[in-house]
């Protein structure tokens, strides 16, 4: 059976999608932002964290197991006395997984709420990801997606769920790759096809200084929303200085390439011309 | 909130209102004392003399501006019995607390409607009829009834001489009417009740609960807009004076912390019929409240299934404040609850608050509702030392614990024989059916009901889980193993320890499998308690609750098998284990609304600790009053939530300075943060740790 891999589910999601929301993050991404909140869902194994910063230093964890479950990562999971040693990612069949987003399924209905899936990006595992969406129907489903994908996937995504979430990072293809190491073309493809499209959406802008917040990414990326037909709103995301926390976890150097402490330059004015609805997150 | 308030609220945070607070020797207090044992008085007689001590020890305040007067100056209560006095009392009989009535619920409402002469002459019609059959003891608890209304028209005309001295006309003018005769306006209503309330605390009464206020004062308010006396700005501002007035004093008030006062305000819920009485009263306490942010009175908001989303939206405005309240209650849990506990329908649809969550009947019901605790890990523990490893199947170890909670009560309930209040006559004047009877509150009324908490469910239900899973199902851990961690509180056991702590199943997650067990435990608990009486007649409630015993139950327990290291603290209340991982709200409301609460009779709510992110624009706080809704409409009895931020916590304790008005649900109150002992602040901080 063809399994899937997540990293965390969280309930009571209230910024992501209507009602009370539980938020399922699938592993693995294909862009690396620089500014990554969640480096922990960048790769699509499973891996090893450690939270050094409380670590007491006792190497228990490094005596010798016998543990299935710590084999290959030269750690044991199973003694630490703050659980700090922890594996990130969990494979699930699509059925098993949406029986545990479906508990409490009364709370997200009641609420007029439902499943917002997001990652890493969910479109980066798709069978997994529509056979996950057939078990949750007829439940209210939103995607929160980078848009970078096979327009095939693309598009039956959109017409199989209720609300996309959709982050537009940068209009312009050179910085869009420096910064995210991949081509924006498939994006803004996609984002086309979105704004054509009879499903509703969010497009969401992290706000980063120095890289995107600029009067002239804001026009272009308020021109390219400027027709569409379901767009709820733009919502800024200014960059919070949180990020490199989680980088020392799994081991990686956060290393922006952008000034983190420069204040955020948001411009709301510029959608309002197009009468698109802003908010700042 | 207009420019006088806020003024008055500027004031009320600077503490200026406690200069005027009289410097009085511990020994002319104390002197009072010996005086009342040297000359021999009746306990009564103390109690009646004590009042007039305090109360003709007051010197009226006005301060600047003030409209509704009443300001404590006399800053300590005298005893009535001295040290050794209460060391042979306490021989003899049991003692709650500090051995004076407390944690009911007054009918103001009839007294602010007749006015004290009325029921001074209501006394002494009873007085004739008991002098006429010769019953002395009654004559004089009625004579001290009759001492305790001219004391309080005493000071009321001190006041009122004070006033026109001042140049304060309008307040001589008001206190020619009330309290002496019946309160005419809302305001009039507003003075009597202050009156009534500074009168009870001076009589040494406390966590005198204010109750049904939005029903008990709305035809005042109505009446006013009517007539076109009051308009909803002006009457808004009367009210929030009103409100301010909760805090003058609430540092002297007893109680285990600062903030642990008992003025507990009920809104909304069903009257006698069971209509819906939610009203404009009810609607501008909360405005009130939420625009003043002060701890008191503290609001509990009643709901039931049919109660709007809109409604409780008006609550999450408050939470969203981090106020801690609105306490929700589920009328349709605690109505049928308690009239399977005996209590009479239109009294179980009158129910309020008592201090804390404890359900209690306005002017009927003279209950005890934290008389005492069982810890219920405790009781696990001691299950496990002795009979785990005889039991050969977890059925067999539940009815080890069942006996364990019965043998619990049975060393409990003989040490609340013979029970010993201080008579407390001028409350007497405020509970139905004192004067005819000519009876003492302190002897009980129509409901005489004790409460036990029962502590630490989740940590005994989490301990239960994981002995049923790895000793009897899956037979991984043997029972010597797991007496021989607790005992040694899990010193070298990483491997036991981190499956019990990490992997074992956890009440509030959703999971049957613990969850059944929170049920049977609840059921069991309910079960036990079912056929017990006291001495007066009552009955026994359990509940979930923990009050301050979350801390102080700690100190009797080693370890438990849930992996629970020594020493390390219970949750508050009807609420997840500490330190445990759990998935997030939706489960734990899940999880909490299993067990029948309707059993449960005295109250224990669910605390939940949310970020304050939550809260960030109107439509995600619709989503948290559609959380609580949930919870409600899923069966759950009661529901607090503090909305916090773990940083902004941290700091206010390395600053306390900067953090003064920060305010925290506790165990079942709001107070300041930075005015509670550090054991607590801890606690608030472990959960908030968690629970986000």
Redesign the interface.
């Known amino acids: 059976m063809l399994k899937g891999t997540i990293f965390t589910i969280e309930e009571f999601a209230v910024h992501d999608g209507p009602g009370i929301r539980k938020l399922v993050f699938f592993k693995g991404c294909h862009l690396h932002c620089s500014w990554c909140h969640n480096p922990e869902g960048l790769s699509f194994k499973k891996e090893l964290i450690v939270c050094e910063a409380t670590c007491s230093h006792c190497d228990k964890c490094r005596e010798a197991c016998n543990h299935d479950d710590c084999k290959g990562l030269g750690r044991c999971i199973k003694v630490c006395s703050r659980n700090l040693p922890r594996i990130v990612g969990k494979e699930y069949e699509a059925s098993e997984l949406a029986k545990i987003l479906l508990k409490g399924e009364e709370v997200l209905t009641g609420s007029g709420g439902g499943i917002t899936i997001s990652g890493g990006e969910p479109l980066a595992q798709p069978d997994f990801l529509f056979d996950l969406i057939s078990h949750l129907k007829p439940l209210h489903i939103a995607i929160e997606t980078s848009g970078y994908a096979r327009k095939e996937i693309f598009q039956r995504m959109v017409s199989e769920i209720d609300l996309v979430l959709m982050d537009v990072k940068h209009t312009d293809p050179e910085i869009h790759k420096k910064f995210t190491g991949v081509d924006n073309d498939q994006i803004l493809e996609n984002l086309q096809y979105l704004c054509l499209s009879d499903t509703p959406f969010h497009i969401r802008i992290p706000l980063i200084p120095g890289v995107n917040d600029t009067l002239s990414n804001m026009e272009q990326t308020a021109f390219l929303l400027k027709d569409a037909k379901n767009l709820k709103g733009v919502e800024l995301l200014p960059y919070h200085q949180t990020a490199p926390a989680k980088y020392v976890l799994v081991y990686k150097k956060f290393d922006p390439g952008f000034d983190t402490e420069k204040k955020v330059n948001i411009y709301t004015e510029i959608f309002k011309k197009y009468n698109i609805k802003t908010s700042v997150l | 909130m207009n420019e006088r308030i806020k003024l008055m609220l500027e004031d009320m945070l600077q503490k200026k209102h406690r200069q005027y607070r009289q410097e009085i020797y511990i020994h002319e207090i104390g002197g009072l004392t010996d005086t009342f044992k040297q000359q021999k008085l009746s306990d009564v007689q103390r109690a009646k003399k004590r009042l007039s001590w305090v109360l003709s020890h007051e010197i009226p305040v006005i301060q600047p501006g003030e409209k509704i007067v009443f300001t404590r100056t006399v800053s300590k209560i005298p005893e009535i019995f001295t040290e050794d006095e209460w060391v042979n009392i306490k021989n003899d009989h049991y003692v709650h607390e500090m051995g004076r009535v407390c944690n009911i619920n007054a009918n103001y409402d009839y007294t602010i409607e007749v006015g004290l002469e009325q029921r001074r002459k209501e006394v002494l019609e009873s007085i004739v009829v008991h002098s006429a059959r010769g019953n002395i003891k009654e004559v004089e608890f009625l004579e001290a009834v009759v001492q305790s209304i001219d004391d309080i028209e005493q000071l009321v005309d001190r006041y009122a001489q004070k006033a026109l001295k001042t140049g304060r006309e309008d307040i001589f003018l008001l206190l020619q009417n009330v309290p002496c005769r019946g309160a005419k306006t809302f305001y009039e209503a507003l003075q009597f009740f202050r009156i009534l309330h500074f009168a009870l605390w001076a009589n040494g009464n406390y966590h005198n609960t204010i109750g049904r206020f939005d029903q008990y004062m709305l035809k005042y308010l109505e009446s006013d807009l009517n007539s076109g006396i009051l308009n909803s700005d002006s009457a808004l501002e009367l009210l929030e004076e009103f409100f301010l007035s909760f805090n003058k004093d609430s540092d002297l008030y007893p109680g285990m912390q600062q903030g642990d006062n008992g003025q507990s305000m009920v809104l909304g819920g069903v009257n006698e019929n069971g209509d819906d009485v939610f009203n404009i009263l009810s609607e501008m306490c909360l405005k009130a409240s939420l625009e003043l942010k002060l701890i008191d009175p503290k609001i509990n908001l009643r709901v039931n299934k049919n109660t709007s989303i809109g409604r409780y939206d008006l609550g999450t405005e408050l939470t969203k404040e981090g106020l801690g309240f609105p306490q929700y209650s589920n009328d349709d849990i605690v109505i049928p609850g308690l009239i399977s506990k005996g209590y009479d329908i239109k009294d179980a649809r009158n129910y309020v608050m008592a201090a804390c969550w404890e359900f209690i009947i306005p002017g009927n019901g003279m209950d005890i509702p934290n008389i005492g605790a069982v810890s219920f890990v405790k009781i696990v523990n001691k299950s496990i030392e002795k009979d785990l490893k005889q039991c050969k199947d977890f059925d067999s170890f539940i009815e080890s614990v069942k006996g364990g909670i019965k043998n619990e009560l049975n060393i409990l309930l003989p040490t609340f024989l013979n029970l010993y209040m201080e008579p407390a006559p001028f409350l007497s004047l405020l509970m139905n059916g004192c004067i005819e009877k000519a009876r003492d509150i302190s002897f009980g009324s129509i409901y005489n009901n004790y409460g036990i908490h029962g502590t630490g469910i989740s940590t005994a239900v989490d301990s239960l889980a994981a002995i049923k899973k790895y000793i009897f199902e899956e037979k991984s851990v043997t029972a010597e193993e797991m007496i021989f961690a607790i005992e040694n509180n899990f010193e070298d056991q990483?491997?036991l320890?981190?499956?019990l702590?990490?992997d074992a199943p956890k009440m509030g997650k959703?999971e049957d499998f613990a969850d059944d067990i929170a049920v049977k435990l609840v059921d069991v608990f309910a079960a036990l308690t079912d056929d017990l009486t006291n001495e007066r007649g009552g009955c026994f409630r359990p509940g979930g609750g923990s009050a301050m015993y979350y801390l102080w139950h700690v100190k009797d327990i080693g370890a438990s098998a849930d992996g629970r290291k020594k020493g390390e603290p219970l949750s508050a209340n009807f609420s997840p284990s500490l330190d445990i991982?759990l998935?997030?709200?939706?489960?734990i409301?899940?999880s909490f609304s299993k067990p029948d609460m309707r059993k449960m009779m005295n109250g224990g709510p669910l605390t939940l600790e949310l970020h304050d992110s939550?809260f960030?624009?109107p439509?995600?706080q619709?989503?948290?009053s559609?959380?609580v809704?949930?919870y409600m409409?899923?069966g759950g009895q009661q529901l607090q939530i503090n909305a916090v931020n773990r940083e902004k916590l941290i700091e206010a304790q390395k600053h306390p300075e900067n953090y003064k008005n920060l305010i925290v649900r506790v165990w079942g109150w709001s107070g300041y943060f930075v005015e509670l002992d550090q054991i607590y602040q801890d606690h608030i901080i472990q959960r908030v740790e968690l629970n986000v």
């Open positions: 990483y491997e320890w981190h499956k702590k990490y959703d991982k998935d997030g709200p939706i489960s409301i899940k939550v960030r624009n439509e995600s619709r989503k948290v559609h959380l809704k949930a409409d899923m």
